[in-house]
Nanobody
Framework: QVQLVESGGGLVQAGGSLRLSCAAS????????MGWFRQAPGKEREFVAA????????YYADSVKGRFTISRDNAKNTVYLQMNSLNPEDTAVYYC????????????????WGQGTQVTVSS
């Protein structure tokens, strides 16, 4: 069982930056691949980024590639999403998720989810 708690969301102007954190409980955090997803009002949940259990491999949606960076600290049971050059289209609730096995861009393959954190980018 893994419990996930996101933090770091907020209101930022276009061009600004935010760093999201996702703290995980449980002793087996390092064995889980982690992902970040987002969902804007009226839209489907969208893949943002994923990272392997070791942190050696990362994967990004085209829409955030070059602007966002996913990382993890297994000693702290935490995964991060550094978001730079934010634009209003990045406004959404951001969720972190965990799955045993390889990372994936498909939300349906993730077993555990956090409650989400709101990110709002003003123009």
């Amino acid at each position: 069982q893994v419990q996930l708690v996101e933090s770091g969301g907020g209101l930022v102007q276009a061009g600004g930056s935010l760093r999201l954190s996702c703290a995980a409980s449980g002793r087996t955090f390092s064995s889980y691949a982690m992902g970040w997803f987002r969902q804007a009002p009226g839209k489907e949940r969208e893949f943002v980024a994923a990272i392997s259990w070791s942190g050696s491999t990362t994967y990004y949606a085209d829409s955030v590639k070059g602007r966002f960076t996913i990382s993890r600290d297994n000693a702290k049971n935490t995964v991060y999403l550094q978001m730079n050059s934010l634009n209003p289209e990045d406004t959404a609730v951001y969720y972190c998720a965990a799955r045993s096995g390889a990372y994936s861009s498909y939300w349906g393959l993730y077993h555990y989810w956090g409650q989400g954190t709101q990110v709002t980018v003003s123009s």
